[in-house]
């Protein structure tokens, strides 16, 4: 039975990247034209949606957990099921009793005509007055684009290439324009999403579009938007001229990176189909540092990949302690089907890989604790999250990444302030508002 019968409403939920949170709030913004109300996970809904992930065995785990808790909260709402964990295990889905419908990656923007068509009894008339060109107006300060799509890489370890295809980039035309609507919004950070967004060009622009560092500076010129952010980006992309944009003052560009290593250890970012080499990386890193000092860097490591030895860890460690990075992603190896590391031998015992995860875990907080100290004293520009804390209170992003506990009682929304940094916390900084 619906919520409503003239306003039956549609919940969402996304299991894993940034680029799947851009695709959910596209989807949102696709079916808003068709009176569906939309509510939170938790509320009551007549139809939930659920953008997958199938990068880990947890995720694939966490996607059944989802699925089952949405019939469960919605006896009879109807459970619609989306993106890489359906290209990954459509059968094992299709055999669910709380699926009721599919939808694959290369569907996701026919969405409104797949649901239409398949539960036409939650439907209204489209409203023409109701745009479906901006995504996630009203629950975010900082919007997202999604620049590209698919991967033309062949790491060992992942299943992207074949879950969402090989490598697209989004013509120039479509994403200026994109940006600007935002801008128009009163948004002043986006941030680039896509799988490999440090391949972006566009060679049927007019003029074409090089690289991803023209494209930023393009976009940022044509737009005037004030902050543009990189999202993860692969390590061998990083160019000079990019390096170069995001390390200038007043560039438009957020100071930060995030490249993901995977193995401190040359041996492994072989067997893994990494296209560099431990010295290649650290190159990356050095530039950037020297080109500019406050910018931060994240990275991702894996451990527990096959044939890791304490030898291959100590080189990860030793990567990680560098001082080039300032924080970690560490992902304990995840035995996927499909993927040239599946069948690879000398598998490492679970113990061992949650001990090198807790020390690689130890290692990042450490450096993470010494980057949020050395910002004490600084003025940084900072963007409100759109939730507040317990306490009334709001955490705020600023342009390196670092996240700022803002005074009680201060909510500027979308536009960015001024915020000089009294004290380094747990994981945070706190400030106190300046006029400059």
């Not at 990656?105 to 797949?114: F, H, M, S, T, W």
């Not at 061998?236 to 250890?265: K, N, W």
């Not at 040239?340 to 450490?366: F, G, N, Q, T």
Request: one cysteine or more; glycine letters at 6%.
């Amino acid at each position: 039975m619906m919520n409503d019968k003239h306003n039956p409403c549609i919940a969402f939920k996304t299991i894993g990247c940034r680029l799947n949170q851009y695709e959910t709030e596209r989807m949102a913004a696709d079916l808003n034209p068709f009176g569906l109300q939309r509510v939170k996970p938790g509320e009551p809904a007549d139809v939930f949606v659920i953008n997958t992930c199938t990068v880990t065995h947890k995720a694939d785990k966490d996607c059944r957990y989802y699925i089952r808790r949405a019939r469960r909260d919605n006896p009879n709402c109807k459970v619609v099921v989306v993106g890489c964990y359906v290209e990954h295990e459509a059968d094992v889905l299709r055999d669910m009793d709380e699926v009721d419908v599919l939808v694959f990656n290369d569907q996701k923007e026919a969405i409104a005509r797949i649901l239409q068509n398949r539960l036409p009894e939650m439907f209204a008339a489209p409203d023409s007055n109701v745009t479906t060109d901006q995504v996630a107006r009203a629950i975010r300060n900082r919007a997202w684009i999604k620049i590209s799509d698919g991967c033309n890489q062949t790491c060992s370890f992942c299943l992207v290439t074949q879950v969402r295809g090989q490598l697209i980039n989004r013509p120039f035309e479509q994403l200026a324009p994109e940006v600007q609507g935002y801008v128009d919004e009163g948004y002043h950070e986006v941030v680039l999403t896509g799988v490999n967004i440090g391949y972006y060009r566009d060679r049927t622009a007019h003029p074409p579009v090089a690289d991803l560092a023209e494209f930023c500076h393009r976009v940022i010129a044509q737009t005037g938007i004030s902050r543009l952010r990189l999202s993860s980006t692969e390590p061998q992309t990083v160019t000079d001229s990019l390096i170069e944009l995001v390390a200038a003052e007043a560039s438009g560009m957020c100071r930060y990176f995030h490249l993901p290593a995977q193995s401190g250890s040359s041996r492994l970012l072989k067997l893994m189909k990494r296209p560099y080499t431990q010295r290649q990386y650290l190159d990356r890193l050095e530039r950037i540092k020297k080109a500019n000092s406050d910018i931060i860097i994240g990275a991702d490591l894996i451990v527990g990949f096959p044939g890791e030895t304490p030898g291959d860890f100590d080189e990860s460690r030793t990567l990680a302690d560098s001082g080039l990075i300032d924080y970690l992603h560490v992902f304990s190896y995840s035995d996927r089907p499909g993927t040239a590391a599946y069948d690879m031998p000398d598998k490492v015992m679970p113990e061992i890989v949650k001990e090198r995860h807790d020390r690689l875990a130890e290692v990042s907080h450490r450096h993470w604790q010494k980057a949020l100290e050395r910002q004490i004293g600084k003025l940084l520009q900072v963007i409100a999250e759109h939730k507040k804390a317990p306490d009334g209170s709001r955490m705020a992003v600023a342009d390196n990444y670092v996240r700022v506990r803002l005074p009680l009682g201060l909510n500027p929304g979308r536009t960015p302030v001024s915020i000089r940094v009294v004290a380094a916390r747990d994981g945070y900084v706190e400030g106190e508002l300046t006029q400059s």
